[in-house]
T-cell receptor, first 111, second 114 residues
């Protein structure tokens, strides 16, 4: 069974204080690993897809990296508007391509 | 306008009532999904449809049914709502054929069963 574990559950940072969020996963063959941002009461907003170990993608202050066992979402010099819950999900290579989601990391950036 | 539109956005209903959540999309995607989100449990798949004639159960389909009325429309029904179906429900879509399909979510429907 595919599993995704995100840590920490919650993270509070001062504005400008860089850090990383972790997504550990087990899957029987990885088709893709997805990162989403979710604001309270809103739908998840797609950020990145990573397909193979060693791949990196960047968007503004966010950079996602992937190894064979985990992915990191690095946030550099965050701003208060980066406050949100960040969700990680994996899609298996075989079967029905169903995504398995982690429970997310709730990130708060303090001005 | 949102690419994936859900109605209603908020609904309070009584135990035993039938409730339908509707979803329409303008993305032109073949695949549509219904997810449920509960605190501490993450997003869980209820049903999914890869085209109009294809409906599949997800991991938590008991107590729910769906209808794919057209490529762009996918509705979720609770035949007899119960309080533990109180949750945030999301419709989502993805594109067929690329093999690496990203799922895009709607804004969500808050459902409270009292």
């Amino acid at each position: 069974e595919d599993q995704v574990t995100q840590s920490p559950e919650a993270l509070r940072l001062q504005e400008g204080e860089s850090s990383s969020l972790n997504c550990s996963y087990t899957v029987s063959g990885l088709r893709g690993l997805f990162w989403y941002r979710q604001d309270p009461g809103k739908g998840p907003e797609f950020l990145f897809t990573l397909y193979s170990a060693g791949e990196e993608k960047e968007k503004e202050r966010l950079k996602a990296t992937l190894t064979k066992k985990e992915s990191f979402l690095h946030i550099t010099a965050p701003k208060p508007e980066d406050s949100a819950t960040y969700l990680c999900a994996v899609q298996p290579l075989f079967g029905n391509e169903k995504l398995t989601f982690g429970t997310g990391t709730r990130l708060t950036i303090i001005p | 306008d949102a690419d994936v539109t859900q109605t209603p956005r908020n609904r309070i209903t009584k135990t035993g009532k039938r409730i339908m959540l509707e979803c329409s999309q303008t993305k032109g995607h073949d695949r549509m999904y219904w997810y449920r989100q509960d605190p501490g449990l993450g997003l869980r798949l209820i049903y999914y449809s890869f085209d109009v004639k294809d409906i599949n159960k997800g991991e938590i389909s008991d107590g729910y049914s769906v209808s794919r009325q057209a490529q762009a429309k996918f509705s979720l029904s609770l035949e007899s709502a119960i309080p533990n179906q109180t949750a945030l429900y999301f419709c989502a879509t993805s594109e067929t054929g690329t093999g690496r399909n990203t799922i895009y979510f709607g804004e969500g429907s808050w459902l409270t069963v009292v």
